[in-house]
């Protein structure tokens, strides 16, 4: 089968009564990056929590590689790394242990000598079994950012991937990023800060007819 990646079909949501999105249609295959935009309030997070399986509160389509993604909710987690817009982690717990922790829900153990070094590529050599809870806010954020590089995936779907992080981080992002897709990978995501990407990207803005 060809490598159709991932495709929204005329997907409808609403919230409080209120209409986020109707008849979004657009696609994100390998090697590409689909930004989301739009103001605050106009779905962004509702989309990507409908596109990372974790609410089923939309009507129409949502195929990865051609299969629903109802029908085949298990084998497309298994490619998927979903970062939300929180810290994403426990803040009782050490940078080490929270990623061991999220390792293994993968089904990945063992896997001690991946995560520091994702650690050390995120800027927390040294702070591996300290805390959380210690950490500032930049980063706690980049522990959860760390499972970019201990966890296997195809599709990155992040949710302002960039709050918390200095301007240098953002650039280490950026970088991250790039190098991900030019490898194959597939990036969605939203982001208020303006991307300077060595790549071409697509953006698809909630509120407006998309289809892309």
């Not at 590089?149 to 709050?163: M, Q």
């Not at 301007?167 to 030019?182: D, N, P």
């Not at 991307?195 to 990207?201: G, K, P, T, Y």
Request: charged share 20%.
């Amino acid at each position: 089968m060809a490598n159709t990646g991932l495709e929204v079909k005329q997907l409808y949501s609403d919230r409080d009564d209120r209409v986020l999105f109707a008849d979004l249609c657009f696609q994100l295959r390998a090697g590409e990056l689909v930004q989301i935009a739009g103001p605050n309030g106009s779905g962004k997070t509702s989309l990507l929590r409908i596109l990372a399986g974790l609410s089923s509160r939309y009507e129409g389509e949502v195929l990865w590689q051609g299969k629903s993604l109802l029908k085949h909710r298990h084998e497309y987690l298994q490619e998927l790394l979903y970062i939300g817009h929180g810290a994403g982690i426990k803040a009782v717990l050490s940078p080490l242990e929270n990623l061991r922790w999220s390792c293994a829900l993968r089904g990945l153990n063992n896997n001690d000598d991946k995560i520091l070094s994702a650690l050390a590529k995120v800027g927390l050599s040294g702070f591996e079994e300290q805390a959380c809870h210690s950490l500032s806010a930049g980063q706690q954020r980049r522990v959860n950012l760390a499972r970019l590089f201990c966890i296997p995936a195809s599709l990155w779907i992040l949710d302002e991937p960039f709050t918390a992080i200095d301007q240098r981080g953002v650039s280490e992002i950026e970088r991250w990023l790039s190098e991900f897709v030019s490898e194959g990978g597939a990036v969605l995501l939203t982001t208020h800060h303006r991307l300077s990407f060595a790549q071409d990207f697509k953006v698809v803005t909630l509120g407006e007819v998309a289809n892309v």
